[in-house]
């Protein structure tokens, strides 16, 4: 399960890195992190929490629980939610190669902004479902 969970990260860097639309928002090469610089420029997207579980019945297979995080400094909301629309666009119901592995589905299941206390922060957070099995069991 641990190489299912890797290589999906892996490729979701991939498919949004190489989005059109993610990188007018986020810029060229476009500002994704696993662990963000302490001077990277806003806005940008990090790679949040990931749980697995196996999937019942398919030998090899892991639904996936996936969170992104989008941090902006626009005064408002306006920033966020366009960066928020197009990782949506990029991600729900896609399909992009994943190492050593098939992407069943991955949908987008909920998204969140807000401002945080304290900041000139907007932080938005997007959570989604990954479906992935083995190519070997294909």
Known sequence: MSAAIWNLQK???AHLTADAGVGVELGNPA???DDPPTDSPFPYLTLG???ANDWNGVDG???HDLKLYIFSRYAGRQELKRIMAVVYDALHEADFPI???LLINMRY???D???RQNDDIYQGVMR????TEPLAAV
């Open 61 to 63: 297979g892991v639904v």
């Open 109 to 111: 299941v909920f998204g």
């Open 99 to 101: 190492e050593g592995h």
């Open 113 to 115: 902004s807000f401002r």
């Open 128 to 131: 989604f479902r990954a479906v």
């Open 31 to 33: 500002r994704i992190y």
């Open 49 to 51: 929490e990931a749980r």
């Open 11 to 13: 490729a979701i860097y």
